[in-house]
């Protein structure tokens, strides 16, 4: 295969064309990217039951809580009556009949330590009848892997009614998996507990996970859009996510279940999943999103409630001319003040008091999460509504509409006619959000998706993945088949940069053993995380934007019937031609690069990053992490580059000017 690469300049690049997509799914948040070890921290967590329009929990502050070393030792309820913070009422009321009982935590599945490492213990307690020693371990199997203690005296702050704050380090005297944390006193006593936490000292900015911060970082995105997907509308409005809660003190949010607690369920399991506990404490909240955008180099794009529960498991709509609904739309002004005001601004000052005197510079908002216009559902008024009056206070913020769940449907006809109805409004739409979860087959067929696309209106494609297979618990679903049919379709993403600006891959994040979603980008346990071929296929768009497209002489669409899929475009700073290249072949290919008459410049030297597996099915694993991972090479330019079978590479030439 030959490519006549011309000089002439293509489309121009978007350099945060490439992002990333959170949502608390899949455990993603809390036992996730939110580095505390800990269940149930505040006591108030609820089972949730229910389908569509018939949502329930019952209260179950227990949960994830038991007395140590039993029930016969220590005495554990969980009560109401003087709380710390009114948000979080309920808190632990623990009676230890002897030393060295007290509580335990089952942390998800466990404590997982490793040797020499630091943790940040901190707690409240009021200390009823008890003026000792608190003793806090990680155990297993009668063996302690850490300990310290700490003494009733020794605290930092005091609230009115006698809460006492308290923190120390832990340190790990040798690795461990799935063991306990500890809670004990050193001898009889009674106290009352709230807000116990754990997170290892490591934790970037005190709060995201090393590990998986760094896998994010690595990415290069150019923006994060959050909280969600389906956590922005909540299976009911009640459970939404609402941004003011997460604006306070960590242990004075409150507690949320989480929409996700009740995937799955149906008549079999008697509308009760495995996952019925999944709660948020919210301990993630805007300001750390915000913060996570800043650290990474991301642009936030949050997205906002438009007074839908979510479309799919939900019929709950707050109608426009309810007083009640005014409060979503300032919601969207509260918000972009707390990130843009300044200090003399009322939610700029929150932000402020919050550790971050600079504005955060937020220039994009969502308005709703994956809605469609029905008889019933209004969104398209809903949209003018939040356009209008977002605009005529911040005329900047560009905003991203929503096309509906799927790129097939009437929904989606419906939503292009409502913003091309508008399309010569200036400002009225900046994006359209698109979403599909398909086959492979559906990418490697649609590569072409956008060729043809009206030029006026951008998109904004918030999730896509390519899925042989789906379901819970399935990190076989991200296999190299899927990963090069989405390294594939963006080749015609790139192609069509002039319309499609934004792109994110979905989910991001899944904890082995807790997922609701599969497939997904990167996969995770108490200690260890690996990235997906589908991980890698975004590490090397994301890395390797160029500032245009460039064409080739040969027609590409005569290469998709060889199953190989290409775009080409150019890195003005490095000058460096990018070439990505799909060869979805079992067998290699060889392909032949040169400039053509146009380029006064020469190019002798390539360098190029190789994702490629054994076989479609490959995967990547915790015991395997680079099974399916990027491989360098480099090579002169004169001679014939091998694109192996099954592979996408990402090829650098650099060019340099004729003597």
């Not at 509580?103 to 630091?118: H, M, S, W």
């Not at 929409?259 to 149906?266: E, F, K, S, T, Y």
């Not at 359209?432 to 009206?454: A, M, S």
Request: glycine letters at 6%; one cysteine or more.
């Amino acid at each position: 295969m030959e490519l006549h690469i011309k000089k002439e300049k293509g489309v121009s690049i978007q350099p945060d064309m490439i992002g990333l997509f959170f949502e608390d799914i899949n455990y993603a948040a809390d036992g996730g990217l939110y580095a505390e070890m800990l269940e149930n921290r505040s006591f108030e967590f609820v089972e949730a039951f229910g389908e569509a329009k018939d949502y329930y929990t019952t209260f179950d502050g227990h949960y994830g809580w038991s007395a140590y070393p039993s029930e016969s030792a220590a005495l554990t309820r969980v009560v109401m009556g003087s709380p710390l913070t009114e948000e979080n009422p309920h808190y632990m009321r623990l009676e230890a009949k002897e030393g060295g009982a007290g509580i335990r935590n089952q942390a998800f599945d466990g404590v997982y330590l490793k040797e020499g490492q630091t943790y940040r213990i901190c707690f409240w307690a009021r200390n009823i009848n008890y003026n000792n020693t608190f003793i806090i371990k990680i155990e297993k199997d009668g063996t302690a892997y850490a300990e310290t203690t700490v003494s009733t005296g020794d605290y930092q702050k005091e609230t009115y009614n006698f809460y006492k704050y308290y923190e120390t380090i832990l340190t790990a005297d040798a690795d461990a998996e799935k063991a306990e944390f500890i809670f004990a006193l050193t001898a009889p006593g009674i106290v009352e507990l709230d807000f116990i936490s754990m997170m290892p000292t490591d934790a970037v900015e005190g709060i995201f996970r090393k590990d998986l911060y760094e896998k994010l970082a690595d990415l290069k995105p150019g923006f994060l859009r959050f909280p969600g997907g389906c956590i922005v509308e909540g299976n009911t409005l009640h459970n939404r996510y609402r941004f003011k809660d997460t604006l306070k003190p960590v242990w004075a949010r409150r507690n949320n279940w989480n929409r996700w607690a009740v995937h799955g369920n149906n008549a079999e399991n008697d509308w009760h999943s495995q996952y019925s506990h999944y709660n948020q404490t919210l301990g993630l909240g805007y300001y750390e999103y915000f913060l996570l955008c800043e650290k990474i180099g991301a642009k936030a794009i949050p997205v906002m409630n438009v007074g839908f529960a979510c479309q799919y498991q939900s019929a709950e709509i707050l109608s426009m001319d309810d007083p009640a609904w005014q409060e979503f739309v300032q919601d969207a002004l509260d918000l972009i003040e707390f990130a843009n005001g300044d200090v003399t601004t009322k939610w700029g000052s929150v932000r402020a008091d919050m550790g971050h005197e600079a504005p955060f510079g937020l220039t994009m908002l969502g308005i709703g999460n994956e809605q469609w216009q029905t008889e019933r559902a209004d969104f398209f008024e809903r949209y003018v509504r939040f356009e209008e009056a977002i605009h005529a206070k911040y005329p900047e913020i560009k905003l991203i509409g929503s096309a509906g769940p799927d790129i097939t449907s009437e929904r989606y006809e419906k939503a292009w006619k409502f913003y091309n109805e508008h399309k010569n409004q200036e400002n009225f739409v900046y994006a359209v959000d698109e979403h599909y979860y398909v086959k492979p087959q559906w990418l490697f067929d649609h590569v072409d998706f956008y060729d043809n696309y009206d030029r006026t209106i951008k998109v904004f494609s918030g999730e896509y993945a390519a899925h042989p297979v789906s379901g819970m618990n399935r990190p076989e679903a991200n296999n190299l088949e899927g990963a090069l049919a989405e390294a594939a379709f963006l080749t015609g993403v790139e192609r069509n940069a002039d319309v499609v600006v934004l792109a994110s891959y979905a989910p991001l994040f899944a904890k082995l053993g807790y997922a609701q979603w599969s497939p997904d980008m990167i996969w995770f346990d108490g200690s260890s995380s690996y990235g997906s071929p589908s991980y890698y296929v975004q590490k090397l768009y994301g890395t390797a934007v160029g500032n245009f497209t460039l064409q080739a002489a040969e027609d590409y669409k005569e290469a998709w019937e060889e199953n190989i899929y290409y775009s080409i475009s150019y890195k003005e700073a490095e000058q460096d031609i990018i070439i990505k290249i799909v060869n979805a072949n079992e067998e290699g290919k060889a392909l032949s690069i040169k400039l053509d008459n146009s380029w006064q410049e020469q190019a002798s030297d390539y360098r190029a990053q190789i994702l490629t597996g054994p076989q479609k099915t490959s995967v990547n694993s915790i015991q395997n992490p680079e099974n399916v991972a990027i491989r360098e090479v480099e090579g002169d330019i004169n001679r014939e580059i091998a694109l192996p079978a099954l592979s996408f590479s990402v090829i650098r030439v650099k060019t340099v000017k004729n003597p």
